[in-house]
């Protein structure tokens, strides 16, 4: 299991966090005085390796929505994800002998990285499940969360294939976005 922060709190590793800066700059948004109204320094999302409050990553992923009146500023932070942001697990992942080991190692192991969620795999014959849900109770920012979770999980398989994967369909873990086009 994930190490606690003091007090207890689910933690989140920062890994495509890093990339929330520049994508908040790019909506003219100065993201010091965003993160620090969640409790989180600007110099902690800069290491992929840091840990951070889980509940703080759904409050913060909300505000900047609403701060950049972007609803779905959670897919744009996903797309943004690639394997190498997952540390160790991409170097475990682009040796495994095949997509779908390298799921299937990512999702056993998932759980070292986020203390909120978790990743699950789901196999029937040549068709997979793969998924994120959300066990962290009462959390602000769920949307953006699964949001970023599906872009960041898309972005991984796409890496793992050479660019080549087109899922056959994707569910969205959220109400139904007022403009559905980003997300097409």
Do not use: K, W
């Not at 840091?50 to 913060?60: C, D, F, K, N, W």
């Not at 789901?122 to 949307?143: K, V």
């Amino acid at each position: 299991a994930m190490p606690a922060a003091a007090g207890g709190e689910a933690e989140q590793r920062v890994g495509v966090f890093v990339a929330l800066a520049g994508l908040l700059r790019d909506f003219q948004v100065d993201p010091g005085p965003l993160l620090a109204a969640q409790g989180v320094e600007l110099q902690s999302m800069a290491d992929p390796e840091a840990r951070v409050p889980y509940a703080a990553i759904g409050s913060l992923l909300a505000s900047c929505a609403e701060r950049t009146g972007c609803d779905h500023f959670g897919l744009l932070l996903g797309q943004r994800a690639s394997l190498s942001y997952l540390g160790i697990l991409a170097e475990i992942a682009r040796n495994s002998a095949t997509v779908g080991e390298a799921l299937c190692t990512f999702s056993v192991n998932q759980h070292l990285y986020s203390g909120g969620g978790a990743v699950y795999l789901f196999q029937d014959g040549d068709e997979i499940t793969f998924g994120y849900a959300i066990y962290h109770a009462g959390l602000r920012g769920c949307e953006q969360i699964h949001d970023l979770a599906m872009a960041q999980m898309l972005s991984g398989v796409r890496d793992l294939c050479g660019g080549q994967f087109q899922p056959r369909i994707i569910e969205l873990s959220r109400h139904a976005p007022a403009d559905a086009t980003p997300y097409r």
